[in-house]
C-alpha cells in the first residue's frame, strides 16, 4: 500500500526560508516521479513544482521559480521542497504527488494534477507579513 507523508510546514514571517519533507512508503522516487502542489485560501490547488523519475530534470511554476528548489534523496526516498524569500501569497496547504507510473516519459505531464496518483495530507504553510 502507497503511503505520502508531507511535514515541515509552519508559520514564518516574509522573507524567511522553509523546508518541506515528503516520504514515500510503498514506491520509490527512483523510479516515479514527485510533486509539490498547492492550494492557499479561496484558491484552487496549483502546481509548484515537480522531479521526473531520473531526477535529472525538474519543474517549476513561474511564481516560484528562482524561489524554491525541488530535490530528492533517493537512499531515504524522500524529496524536499526549499523554500526561500517566503511571500504572503505563498501561503497555502502544501501537497505531495507521487505518480505510480513506473520510469514515466512524458515530462510535459508533471504540471498537472491528474497526472499523480498518491497524494498526501498537506502541510500548512503561513507566511506572516
Not at 513544482?49 to 525541488?70: E, H
Not at 496547504?93 to 516519459?105: E, G, H, P, S
Not at 498537472?112 to 498526501?120: M, N, Q
Request: contains cysteine; glycine residues 10%.
Amino acid at each position: 500500500q502507497v503511503q505520502v507523508v508531507e511535514s515541515g510546514g509552519r508559520l514564518v514571517e516574509a522573507g524567511n526560508s522553509l523546508r518541506l519533507s515528503c516520504r514515500a512508503f510503498g514506491l520509490t522516487f527512483s523510479t516515479v516521479a514527485g510533486g509539490w502542489f498547492r492550494q492557499g485560501p479561496g484558491k484552487e490547488r496549483e502546481f509548484v513544482a515537480a522531479i521526473n523519475w531520473r531526477g535529472d530534470t525538474t519543474y517549476y511554476a513561474d511564481s516560484v521559480k528562482g524561489r524554491f528548489t525541488l530535490t530528492r534523496d533517493t537512499a531515504k526516498n524522500m524529496v524536499y521542497l526549499q523554500m526561500k524569500a517566503l511571500k504572503p501569497e505563498d501561503t497555502a496547504v502544501y501537497y505531495c504527488a507521487v505518480d505510480a507510473t513506473l520510469f514515466a516519459t512524458d515530462n510535459r505531464q508533471l504540471r498537472f494534477s491528474t497526472t499523480y496518483d498518491y497524494w498526501g495530507q498537506g502541510t500548512q504553510v503561513t507566511i506572516a507579513s
